[in-house]
């Protein structure tokens, strides 16, 4: 089954090789997903904090471009996925 993805930000398709994020409702099973692109992540981290005020908890899943050389990726990772965190990690 093939699940298109849309991203919340800006309405465009998600293609699945490329990167984006995925904010999982954990009471609804629900995922919202963004765009790695810093619009598309700015707004999810404020829309993200919008819904963590109305008391919801969230799980943040990351997902890297299949062309993504790290084995374990995550911010930072080789493959700049996520060139600009949304997170200030020092
Ligand atoms: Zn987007
Ligand atoms: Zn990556």
New binding site residues.
């Given amino acids: 089954m093939t699940r298109i993805l849309r991203?919340a930000?800006?309405a465009?398709r998600?293609k699945s090789h490329q990167p984006h994020s995925g904010v999982e409702d954990l009471e609804t099973g629900e995922e919202f997903s963004?765009?790695a692109?810093p619009d598309?992540q700015i707004r999810c981290a404020e829309e993200t904090a919008t819904r963590l005020e109305a008391g919801k908890v969230y799980a943040m899943h990351h997902y890297h471009s299949s062309t993504c050389p790290d084995e374990a990726p995550g911010f930072g990772c080789a493959g700049g996925c996520f060139d600009t965190p949304m997170v200030v990690a020092n």
């Fill in positions: 991203c930000a800006c465009r998600i963004y765009h692109r598309c």
